[in-house]
Structure formats: C-alpha cells, structure tokens
C-alpha cells in the first residue's frame, strides 16, 4: 500500500530485537543528541537576563548582566558536580523519576516524572520557536508564517526519531559541532576586535545596586536559569551510551558542561562589552553577531547555525521523553502502549505524543520564546531539587564508601535548586509559572488514576476467584447477523453462524423499499427455508436503532450467556472504493463496544473488481 511504502521511506525499515546493541551511540553522538537542549539555551539564556533589567527604566541596568551569568555559572557547577554522582549511583538511568521513586516514595517520584515530561514538552516547543525567531532575525519576511514553520520543523523532527537513536544522532551531530564552531569564532573574534566605534562597554559599578534592587536581580536570575535546562538529560539517557556506559556518561556531562559555561559566560561577557539590549524583532545574538561580523558572510552561518541547533534541541527531548513515558507505563502510572517498542526499536507512541503537545503549546502561544519561557524552569528544578534529594537518602540509607562527601555533595545540590525553585516560582508566577504548577498536580493524579484502573483491571481478570462452573459450555448461545440483502458476502456470513451456534437470528430493517423486502423474502424462502428472517419495523427509517433493540431484546432473554453479532461485510479492491459504500456497520459496532456479553465481528468478502 501507498501509506507503508511512505514510512519505509520516511522511517526506514524495521529492525530486528537482534540489532539492539548497535542502537548505543558513542561519546561524540551522544553530546550532539542529549547535549544540543543544553546548549542551544546559551542561543536566549543571556536575553532573557538582559529583558528584566533593560524593562526597569534604570539607566545602564542591562550591565548587571555579567554578575548574574556568573551566579548561574556558579550554580551550574554545584548542579554538574550533584548529577555525577546521579549517573555513578544510577547507571541504568531514569533521572529524577527513579531517584525520587526509589529513596523518597511513590508519590515523589511521579511529582518528578510530571516535572521532567513538562520540561521536555516545552524543551521543543522553546527551542523550536527560538530557532525560527533567530531565523526571522535575518529574514523579516518569514514573520508572517513563524507558527506554520515551527509545526513543520517539529514533525521534521519527529521523523528523524522515529528512524532511531542511532541514525538520527548522526543527523543531529553535524549541526551540533557547527553551532560550537561558530559561537567559539563569535566569541574570539568579538574578544579580539572588541568593541567597534558606536559600541560603549559597560562598567559594573556597585552603587547602582540600590537604584536596581535586589529584586531586580533576582527576576533577571530566575530568567537566565533557563540555561541550566537540559542539565539532566545526560543522567537520564545513560542507557544510549555505549559500554562502559556510566563512565561515558559522566565523561559527556563535564564536556557539555564545560563547552555550555564556556559559551554562555563568553556570549554575556561580549553582550557587555558591546553595550547591547534586547530589541523587539531581532534576538541578541543576531545583534552580537552583527556588530562583530556586519552584514557579512559569517553572521549568516551564526544564525543558521542558532536556528539548526535549537531546531535539534528538541532531540535531546526525544531521546529522554519516550524513555521516560516507557518506564511510567512499565510501572502502570501511564498508558501501557507507551511501553511498546517500535519497529525502529524506538518507543514510536512517545515519539508521536510529544509531537502532539509539542505542537498544540506552539500554537497556543503563538510560537513566541519570551512567552513560553516562564514555564520552562520550574518543571526543571523541581526535578533537580527531588533528585538530589532523592540521592541524599541514597547515600544516607546505603552508606556506601566515600559516603558522607557524596551526601554532602547531593545535599548542597538540593539546598540550592530548592532555594532557585522558589526564587522561579516566585519571580515567574504571574507570567506563566503559574501554569506549570497547577498543571503537575493535575498530571500526578491522572498517574494516580491510571495505576488505580491498572490494578483493579489486573484483579478483576485475575484467575484467583473465578469458578469452575464458569468454564462449563455455553448451552444458549445465540448468534444474531444483520443483512441489508442477500449476497455473497451474507452467506459467509451465515455458514460461519450456523458452526458456532445453533441459535441463528437473521434481521433485516424495513425502511420503504417494498419491492426490495419482497424480493429478499422471496430469495430467503428458496435459500434458506429453515431460518426465520426477522423483518425489523423502523418508523423513523433508522437502521442501527432497530438492530440494538433487537440485540437488547435478546439479551433479556438470555442474561447470563454469550451473544455473537456477526456483520457480513465487503472489502472493496482499491481502498478508496469503500467511501462510496455505507458504513452503517461500523455506527452500530461503536454501539455494542461496551454491551455486556456481547461479542462482535464481522465476516468479510473482498472484492476482485477494480
């Protein structure tokens, strides 16, 4: 068929269990996948520092910048130096949801599952707006289709991840190491050069504290915290790593680390040194990396390289989501199909359904970055603050060698994501925070009430409690077939009844058609003269009415036993062919899905004409 000739062209072709191992990828792919969210924030980290303090109305308030980048560096340290203890405790991965599961509780850990799948729902929407604002920087003219343009780079994305880990970190590599390259070279150049004539440095001076305010500081802090975001990823997708895997994580974690501070503290630094704010229209690196390179060559290549690697950001989301949903769902907390295991040996259901929240935030809010920001860093440290608490309890309740400087590590860790959790919560509220923490308790009981249907589902098909007299043969087993006339297909359909059940009830609607009725009463009479056909009346010319009624009716005949409706159906050879034929069959089947005892299937005869 057209449909799976377009997969295998678009995903590929399926993979056998066998393959799984050749799935791992190495230290340098795995940096491009579970690294680009991580790094891509350095792209509006330093941005949304500078919008708080440029809306103030204090002259030259955009200086503190610098001082607050290097209070997220330093934060960003304590995280790193907390998360390898993470990996080195959980080598088989799971992040905060495992952690928190297993040393704080049930409850704990489904707080941090709702926390880390929020954080990587609006991983891509964020990136993939911010990409197409960066290309709207350069090209104005894209303005008028921004939101049409995020959906489609987001299903992009979703292919690519639907072919594999393996395949779509090769993919996603190329754009990583450019994006590295080109704001390493904006960074020296710009250092190099310095500012040019235009361009007045700032000065950090202290007394214009007082004039700022703490709280100033502390709003353009909780902003600029969305560039620890993607910090987790590499704890969580230990399992992608090739052998030895927690060591080849840990590696990965300080590389991206060190590249991220590198590019973040070097981007504010010259945001500074250029005396640069933010302008409605064009983000702050397209206006960094037009003072440093002009209208040339190479600020192109900047901005196409921003834009690809926030695209490929939301890799790092579709590595670590659908592995996440698969553990919920292992666990009974999330739809057991979440679970499964696709053709491309990928968790394609998770794939599918972070595509589809993905795309309803872009389009909720406009495909606007600033406007989905404030939702973003709550989810995260909420996740990192349960995490190391969770590793906290660890350390305390195994005491394993080396212990006490573990839980000290984890502990400082949890102190200070909780403190940076209110300060966000707090700053972020009215923007849009306020969203996320509504929204959590609202996931965390639809876990809740998933497992509970889960569990009683489980007991009540348990085997434990069903009696023997159960399992005697059905003595009254009575099998219905509607017909709309008599054809091939009805006959199937009735050689099939007749060797199931004795108690045949063939029914056919009258809606108007005298002459119709006559002639299949005719036809039935000279083919089968010993099956009563029931004619249905149908004032109102309903056909599905009447058949239910007449199920039910039997039904009340026959309380405790089985019913079979068998629909006699044809298959038309071209699939399209069947649009011009009555689905009436299938109205009445959504009918009967939750009739008790009732069981439902069809006979089918395919057609040979074109």
């Not at 972070?354 to 709550?378: K, N």
């Not at 998933?450 to 009540?460: A, D, K, L, N, P």
């Not at 039904?555 to 079979?564: G, Q, R, V």
Request: some cysteine; proline content about 3%.
């Amino acid at each position: 068929m057209f449909i799976s000739k377009l997969r295998r062209v678009l995903i590929g072709s399926p993979l056998a269990s066998s393959h799984s191992h050749n799935q791992l990828i190495p230290k340098w792919k795995a940096l491009a996948v579970l690294s680009s969210d991580a790094l891509s924030s350095t792209a509006y980290a330093t941005e949304e520092i500078i919008i708080p303090l440029a809306l103030s109305g204090v002259y030259l308030a955009t200086m503190w910048s610098l001082p607050v980048a290097l209070g997220i560096l330093a934060l960003m340290i304590i995280i790193t130096i907390s998360y390898r203890q993470t990996i080195v405790a959980y080598p088989n991965g799971g992040g905060a949801y495992i952690v928190a599961k297993e040393n704080l509780g049930n409850g704990a850990g489904l707080v941090a599952a709702a926390a880390l799948m929020l954080d990587y729902i609006l991983t891509v929407s964020v990136s993939v707006s911010a990409g197409v604002e960066n290309l709207i920087s350069a090209f104005p003219q894209l303005a008028s289709v921004q939101v049409f343009f995020c959906v489609w780079i987001i299903l992009i994305i979703m292919i690519l991840s639907l072919r594999g880990i393996s395949e779509s970190a090769t993919i996603f590599a190329i754009p990583t190491y450019l994006f590295i390259f080109s704001m390493l070279s904006l960074i020296v150049v710009g250092i190099i050069r310095g500012p040019i004539e235009g361009h007045v440095a700032m000065e950090v001076v202290s007394t214009h504290l007082p004039e700022i305010g703490i709280i100033l500081l502390l709003r353009a802090f909780s902003s600029g915290c969305t560039a620890l975001t993607g910090i987790e990823a590499i704890s969580n997708g230990i399992p992608l790593f090739k052998h030895p895997q927690s060591k080849n994580a840990n590696r990965t974690l300080v590389s991206m680390v060190v590249i991220l501070g590198i590019l973040f503290a070097g981007i504010t630094y010259l945001v500074n040194q250029f005396g640069l704010t933010h302008i409605e229209g064009q983000t702050l690196i397209s206006s960094l990396s037009k003072s440093v390179f002009g209208d040339g060559y190479f600020y192109y290549v900047v901005q196409a390289s921003t834009a690809l690697i926030l695209f490929l950001a939301a890799s790092t989301s579709y590595a670590d989501f659908p592995r996440l949903a698969s553990l919920l769902a292992k666990d009974r907390y999330a739809p057991r199909q979440l679970a499964s295991i696709g053709d491309r040996l990928v968790f394609s259901n998770g794939v599918i359904g972070l595509t589809i929240c993905s795309i309803f935030l872009v389009i909720l809010f406009g495909g606007r970055t600033h406007y989905l920001i404030p939702l973003y860093a709550v989810g995260v440290f909420l996740s990192f603050t349960l995490s190391q608490a969770g590793m906290v309890v660890h350390h305390y309740r195994l005491r394993e060698k080396k212990w006490v400087s573990s839980l000290i590590i984890n502990l400082t860790g949890a102190i200070t994501t909780a403190v940076v959790l209110v300060v966000i919560a707090s700053f972020k509220f009215t923007h849009g925070a306020w969203m996320v923490i509504v929204l959590i308790p609202i996931i965390v009981y639809t876990f809740h009430r998933i497992h509970v249907h889960y569990v009683m589902f489980s007991r009540e098909l348990s085997q434990s409690h069903y009696l023997i007299d159960k399992c005697e043969k059905m003595t009254n087993h009575v099998v219905v077939i509607p017909i709309s006339g008599l054809h091939l297909g009805v006959m199937n359909a009735i050689r099939y009844g007749q060797s199931i059940g004795n108690d045949l009830r063939v029914c056919y609607v009258k809606v108007g058609d005298v002459e119709g009725r006559e002639r299949l009463q005719d036809q039935w009479k000279e083919k089968f003269p010993d099956i009563e056909l029931h004619i249905l009346e149908s004032p109102y010319r309903s056909i599905s009415e009447p058949i239910l009624d007449f199920i039910n009716k039997i039904s009340k005949e026959h309380p405790a036993e089985f019913i079979t409706v068998i629909f006699p159906e044809f298959l038309t050879a071209k699939w399209y062919h069947q649009l011009l034929h009555n689905q009436t069959a299938w109205l009445i089947k959504l009918s009967l899905i939750y009739k008790k005892n009732v069981i439902v299937t069809s006979v089918k005869y395919h057609l040979k004409t074109t």
